[in-house]
């Protein structure tokens, strides 16, 4: 059975730092929809989880719907793992319907099995259920622990980003999910649109009057550049001969910083996460990047970067060590008028259980094929 619902779906819970792949602009996120019926599929894989539910509408006619779930970092950081749904199940989901009626097409946020447990997917939409603002997660939901780091190389998961827009009084605020937002819609959690909080050139607002949801690189599990990648996830440094390798959870991306040349070869060959040069200074690691290959969303959503972006980022201790604070600035004068600077920080997590996210590409792009 189908039914539109206006409900405050439980308590408002603690929020684990969520990421997202992709907009949720394409769901009805302001009513919530119940649907019941049995899975008869279930896809546990990055950057989405899917299942699939098999309904009876009010004809009385069988109707297959599609469930996009969050992705597994968030998901098992709300208690699921690969066995919480099974083919089989019967389960009432509540969530958001795709814009377009005629898709069968559906974000799930709660489901319930019929011995009454409930199991969250999406903690943002339970709090917009409640018709409130989800809360800052308090000190003890914090992934910080007592451990202390004595340099930057070691695990550490994210607790929070700011900035992301040019530098001066007025400016807007920026969000995570690419130099200078768009920022996230505080009670949904969806990014929507491209990054209008940049300053750009003619060029790069062409692209942002051009923008099509549809081109995310992700869809294809290309892993966004610096400065985004670095703002969205966790992350491990290690030290690797005569550099420093950087390791994003999101994407399993890899950077390698080289500590042994001042400045990039001229005859360096463009990648798509440039290259990197770096030193310390009093303990800060100080990183440049440049030659970056041409990226359609390389500046942002919809912000394209070119050969002449430049990314600058310095790591450095904060909180006595149980905190590493990263400061980047960000410039591409094709596209970019201006520099873009912000920071990010994340907590010293070494016990933390590290996500390979193998991402599939099926999965990645699987929302673009419902009819």
Not at 10 to 39: C, K, Q, W
Not at 47 to 64: K, M, W, Y
Not at 266 to 283: M, Y
């Amino acid at each position: 059975m189908n039914r539109l619902i206006a409900m405050g779906l439980l308590s408002v819970i603690m929020l684990p730092a969520v990421e997202a792949h992709h907009s949720r602009a394409n769901f009805e996120l302001d009513v919530f929809t119940e649907l019941e019926g049995e899975i008869i599929d279930f896809s546990w894989r990055n950057p989405h989880a899917f299942a699939t539910l098999l309904t009876t509408n009010d004809s009385g006619e069988q109707e297959e719907w599609l469930l996009e779930l969050n992705s597994i970092t968030v998901l098992t950081s709300m208690g699921w793992d690969r066995d919480t749904v099974q083919v089989g199940d019967r389960v009432r989901i509540t969530g958001n319907r795709d814009l377009d009626y005629d898709k069968r097409f559906f974000f799930a946020n709660v489901f319930e099995f019929e011995d009454g447990t409930r199991i969250v997917v999406d903690p943002i939409a339970v709090a917009r259920a409640a018709g409130r603002r989800p809360p800052p997660p308090p000190p003890s939901a914090s992934p910080a622990s007592d451990a202390v780091a004595t340099d930057v190389f070691g695990i550490w998961r994210q607790i929070g980003v700011t900035g992301g827009v040019a530098p001066g009084p007025g400016a807007p605020g920026g969000g995570p999910f690419g130099g200078g937002g768009p920022p996230p819609d505080l009670l949904s959690g969806a990014v929507f649109g491209p990054s209008t909080s940049l300053p750009v050139t003619e060029r790069g607002q062409a692209a942002i009057d051009a923008f099509d949801e549809n081109d995310n690189p992700e869809f294809t599990c290309t892993a966004p550049t610096a400065p985004a990648l670095v703002r969205r996830g966790n992350l491990r440094i290690e030290r690797t001969g005569e550099g420093v390798r950087f390791v994003h959870e999101l994407m399993d991306a890899e950077r390698i910083v080289h500590l042994n040349e001042a400045q990039s070869p001229q005859d360096a060959e463009p990648s798509l996460h440039g290259h990197s040069v770096g030193r310390f200074e009093d303990g800060v690691l100080a990183v440049e990047s440049t030659n970056f290959s041409d990226n359609p969303w390389g500046n942002g959503r919809g912000v394209p970067s070119g050969s002449q972006k430049r990314v600058v980022e310095r790591y450095s201790l904060a909180d006595g060590g149980r905190r590493l604070r990263l400061q980047y600035t960000q410039e591409d004068p094709e596209y970019l008028s201006g520099a873009v600077s912000g920071t990010t920080e994340w907590a010293y997590s070494p016990n933390y259980e590290w996500v390979d996210y193998n991402c599939d590409p099926t999965a990645s792009s699987l929302h673009l094929s419902v009819e």
